[in-house]
Nanobody, 126 residues
Framework: QVQLVESGGGLVQAGGSLRLSCAAS????????MGWFRQTPGKEREFVAT????????LYADSVKGRFTISRDNAKNTVYLRMNSLKPEDTAVYYC???????????????????WGQGTQVTVDS
């Protein structure tokens, strides 16, 4: 049983930073690509960033490129999303995601995902 547990969300002022964590358990993730999506009320869940567990290749949405950094700690089975220079439009529920694939391009859409976390709220106050 795969479990993805997010933490680290909260309220931050515009221009501030947060780091989200996703603790993964239930299997060996070396054949997986991990990532983050976000969703606001009334909108579809959108891709934010992804990282290949083995090798560390990454891919980012244009809206966060240069501000967000995805990383992983293999020893802790944890994926991180460091978010800098936060904007009010970054306000959303952020979801950790996993897909059994070695391609970071393989999880660009919500329907591509095999497993989801429960989500963590990020609110950026202007």
């Amino acid at each position: 049983q795969v479990q993805l547990v997010e933490s680290g969300g909260g309220l931050v002022q515009a221009g501030g930073s947060l780091r989200l964590s996703c603790a993964a358990s239930g299997r060996t993730f070396s054949s997986y690509t991990m990532g983050w999506f976000r969703q606001t009320p009334g909108k579809e869940r959108e891709f934010v960033a992804t990282i290949r567990w083995s090798g560390g290749s990454t891919l980012y949405a244009d809206s966060v490129k240069g501000r967000f950094t995805i990383s992983r700690d293999n020893a802790k089975n944890t994926v991180y999303l460091r978010m800098n220079s936060l904007k009010p439009e970054d306000t959303a529920v952020y979801y950790c995601a996993a897909k059994r694939s070695l391609s970071v391009q393989a999880m660009a859409l919500p329907e591509d995902i095999d497993y989801w976390g429960q989500g963590t709220q990020v609110t950026v106050d202007s």
